[in-house]
């Protein structure tokens, strides 16, 4: 049974820091591109970030510079490090899993950045 189960969300105040963690289950995960999106009420679906098979790494721009994603193929999972974060971040954050045709998805953890 494929699983991906996200963590790490939470209430934060602007400028804190999080720690997303992404589980996988069920399929082989180093095969997969792994991704982060992102859905903040009222909007649409946006990716955050990827980090592929062989480590390549791009980031949303609205992201560069203040999160980092990385993988641990030996645990099955994938991290999305966050650090100085706006009111803006605020949303729901789902991992992603995809290889060819195969795309999997977890169902998200909330962060929201408040005062």
């Known amino acids: 049974q494929v699983q991906l189960v996200e963590s790490g969300g939470g209430l934060v105040q602007p400028g804190g820091s999080l720690r997303l963690s992404c589980a996988a289950s069920?399929?082989?995960?180093?095969?997969?591109?792994m991704r982060w999106y992102r859905q903040a009420p009222g909007k649409e679906r946006e990716l955050v970030a990827i980090?592929?098979?062989?480590?390549?790494?791009n980031y949303a721009d609205s992201v560069k510079g203040r999160f980092t994603i990385s993988r641990d193929n030996a645990k099955n999972k994938v991290y999305l490090q966050m650090n100085s974060l706006k009111f803006e971040d605020t949303a729901v954050y789902y991992c992603?899993?995809?290889?060819?045709?195969?795309?999997?998805w977890g169902r998200g953890t909330q962060v929201t950045v408040s005062s």
């Open positions: 992603n899993a995809v290889f060819l045709t195969y795309s999997y």
């Open positions: 069920g399929f082989a995960f180093s095969r997969f591109d």
């Open positions: 980090i592929t098979v062989g480590g390549s790494i």
